[in-house]
């Protein structure tokens, strides 16, 4: 239903990388403005 109406999913599970044309994004990783993956900012980077 999703691929259906153009929606991205959101989730944790990453099992939903397996169908193809569906948008999904992980809610607790960061990505950058080209959509890129950004890693998560270690403790040491956040307190800078």
Do not use: N
């Not at 239903?1 to 990453?14: F, L, N, P």
């Not at 193809?20 to 607790?28: K, M, Q, T, V, Y």
């Amino acid at each position: 239903m999703a691929i259906e109406h153009g929606c991205t999913i959101v989730s944790t599970d990453a099992d939903f990388d397996r169908f193809a044309g569906l948008r999904w994004s992980h809610p607790l990783r960061r990505y950058t403005k080209d959509g890129r993956y950004a890693p998560a900012l270690t403790a040491i980077q956040a307190t800078r």
